[in-house]
């Protein structure tokens, strides 16, 4: 069973940056496509962006440009580093495999930008 634990989340005001990382309990990353998601209180998880096991990255339109999501194979680690942050970015964010699988959701981290 692997075990994903996302951490790095906190109170930002709007413009700041946060970087998340997410730590694998095997070494998964190296063939599997990874994601970060994020579920705000009363929506639906959403996808927020994505790396290939090549390091093809995609991202959600609300975040593009303002969100890159990286990986340190050697380290099991994916990281999602967040600029420019806007209050509608509020949310926990998780990361998964892409798709994702419902055995790997972790307790995830929350993300709270405000002034």
């Known amino acids: 069973q692997v075990q994903l634990v996302e951490s790095g989340g906190g109170l930002v005001q709007p413009g700041g940056s946060l970087r998340l990382s997410c730590a694998a309990s095997?070494?998964?990353?190296?063939?599997?496509?990874m994601g970060w998601y994020r579920q705000a209180p009363g929506k639906q998880r959403e996808l927020v962006a994505t790396i290939t096991s090549g390091r093809s990255t995609s991202y959600a339109d609300s975040v593009k440009g303002r969100f890159t999501i990286f990986r340190d194979n050697a380290k099991n680690m994916v990281y999602l580093q967040m600029n420019s942050l806007k209050p509608e970015d509020t949310a926990v964010y998780y990361c998964?495999?892409?798709?994702?699988?419902?055995?790997?959701w972790g307790q995830g981290t929350q993300v709270t930008v405000s002034s």
């Open positions: 998964n495999r892409d798709p994702p699988l419902s055995a790997y």
């Open positions: 095997r070494s998964i990353f190296s063939i599997y496509d």
